[in-house]
């Protein structure tokens, strides 16, 4: 069966207060300081290149188990679909793709995002604990035709994989940003994503 990519946090779901509360409750439970908004330009980097910066010393596990809980307890009701998500997918499946979402979470926390925000049904699989390259492996596991992010690592991801790279501005990155990453195209979000999706559809 024929298959899409999507990335999940910034991407289909906003994510970016949840994982900056998380961020920020873990850099003060080991007794760090961390800034809102130097924290936020920074969400969908994966977080062994947040940490150290912001809690150097602390082991890198330890640290991610305090994330984590934070995230579980207090993060998921923080999540809410960003514009146009529930429709893409909808309109994938229903056209008889699979949706496997690749993110840099860990699996069983992505999908508990999905379930939160009601979009489990639409996701055929879940690969979790991926970031740029790494995607590559697991889009071409699955073979992915296409991959959806906001992140150049989600650029580079789909080129690695030789998927369409779809891009979308709803994250930290700019359009500017995605294009000269490489994106095939760039979508000022979701909503666009039905009139490329025909035009995807039809080639």
């Known amino acids: 069966m024929r298959v899409i990519g999507f990335d999940l946090d910034m991407t289909l779901v906003d994510s970016a207060d949840a994982i900056v509360d998380s961020v920020l409750h ?3 439970v080991f007794g760090g300081t961390a800034d809102d908004a130097v924290v936020r330009a920074g969400v969908g980097l994966p977080l062994d290149l947040v940490f150290p910066d912001l809690i150097p010393g602390v082991p890198y596990d330890e640290a991610l188990t305090v994330y984590r809980a934070r ?10 679909l960003l514009p ?10 229903a056209d008889g793709y ?7 979470k860990k699996d069983t ?3 508990a995002v999905l379930d939160e925000v009601g979009l489990s049904a639409y996701v055929a699989d879940i690969v979790g604990e991926r970031y740029a390259e790494t995607k590559s492996e ?6 992915a035709t296409a991959y959806v992010g906001d992140h150049p690592g989600d650029v580079r991801g789909a080129i690695g994989a030789g998927a369409v790279a779809v891009a979308v501005a709803t994250g930290p990155t700019s359009a500017d940003v995605l294009r000269a990453a490489g994106a095939d195209v760039v979508l000022r979000d979701l909503t666009e994503f039905p009139a ?5 559809r039809s080639a």
């Open 138 to 143: 697991a889009l071409l596991e699955h073979g």
């Open 71 to 80: 995230y579980l307890s207090h993060g998921l009701a923080m999540q809410s």
């Open 26 to 28: 873990t850099a003060a």
């Open 98 to 104: 699979r949706v496997v979402v690749v993110s840099a």
């Open 196 to 200: 490329w999706w025909r035009t995807f």
């Open 109 to 111: 926390h992505v999908r």
């Open 84 to 93: 146009g998500a529930q429709e893409a997918l909808e309109q994938v499946t």
